[in-house]
């Protein structure tokens, strides 16, 4: 790691300055988030934020990037997602077209070998000039790896990825380096401030979420939620805004199969504003419903709550506390995912289905630097490109 230069973020200079700048940047942040925030760049630390689809973890990485004045470099998990996608990969294509553009001088080489053993013998003493950076295809972590200047790296929903990939997460976020066999290692040139984001589909593994800090994102409190609406400038009254603050809180607390989320809250309030509706009744409401509901199953319950949550002894008048006897979620605790809101529910089964027991034990990827590690990282990287297939072998 000699080579890898600490870059202090001079820009946050306490917990509370850190909320103020993503306030500025249109992020409002509660204490909690400003924390870990503000610790992340002290501490150097991958953040992983978990929590229910649309609570902001994405948008919190955005903002982190435009607060600090970095680049953001964004990898999307899925399902499936091959290493080659995240890491990097040689350019076959570019092999390809250079060894046509050299086509005489590969024949000159090869020009006075009798066999073909030979021939191909000669021609893997030149393997490097093929297999150097000229060649390499960087891909979200490699780029952030070698990134000239310092960046946010966001590895968004990482509960899509394949356990596969996320041991190849640990190497990077425990060491900031790859190792690519035909080349060497790659330690990062400035450390990259790490967020890692995750719905909850599955759980982690316990070594990823061992490297990194943590905090659980759920909905906000209405305070909050209505500031948030404030600052998209959604064109809908104050005082409407509110109550339909309570109301979405309500949505939340029924069992639905997607709960709505702020981005939904945002989009009802502009919907609202469209209308020019300046008075909320059951009849626009359910009218507009679909903007936050999308399943139909889903529909019906609001639908049919709909008049509950209207109901003037539900809802809490403007700058007053929440003093009457209809509960509005603040159960939501921060320990819990919300099982209903995912917004993919079925991959969602699949997936759990698949989290074979045992796998989250502490010592499921060994202890760090273990030969258990190894193995598993070795793993699933026969899909690697031609050059590094049986070649590619990770330190330990
Ligand atoms: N704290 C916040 N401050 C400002 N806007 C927010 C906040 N949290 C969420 N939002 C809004 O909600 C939208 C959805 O957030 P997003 O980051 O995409 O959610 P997630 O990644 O958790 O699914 C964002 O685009 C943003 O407009
Ligand atoms: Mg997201």
Known sequence: MSTTTTDAVPVLTSVEDTIEQFRDHGYLADHRMGTTVFLQTRLEKPVLLEGPAGVGKTQLAQSLAEV?????????????????????????????????????????IVSDTTDLTEAVDRISAHDSVFFSERFLAARPLLEAITSEDPVVLLIDEVDRADEALEAVLLELLSEFQISIPEIGTVRAKHLPLVVLTSNNTRDLSAALKRRCLHLFLDYPGPERELDILRSKETGLRDA?????????????????????????????????????????????????????????????????????????????????????DHHHGHGHSHEHPHPHSDDDLDGREVRLAKDSPGRHDTDYYGAPGGLDRSRQVNQGQGSRSFAGRGARKRPV
Do not use: F
Not at 88 to 100: F, H, P, R
Not at 244 to 262: M, N
Not at 292 to 317: F, S
């Open 68 to 108: 600090t004045g970095r680049r953001l470099i964004r990898l999307q998990c899925y399902e499936g997602q091959d290493e080659s996608k995240a890491l990097y990969e040689w350019d076959y294509g570019k092999q390809l077209l250079y060894t046509q553009i050299l086509r005489e001088k590969i024949g000159q």
């Open 240 to 324: 409407l805004a509110a109550r339909l603050v309570e109301i979405v809180r309500g949505l939340r607390e029924l069992e639905l199969r997607k709960a709505p989320s702020i981005s939904e809250t945002i989009d009802w309030a502009r919907t609202l504003a469209v209308l020019g509706v300046d008075e909320l009744d059951a009849t626009v409401l359910s009218d507009t419903l679909s903007v936050v509901v999308k399943y139909e199953r889903d529909m019906r319950r609001a639908g049919e709550a709909l008049p509950r949550l209207l109901d003037p002894n539900a809802v809490v008048p403007e700058g007053h506390g929440h003093g009457h």
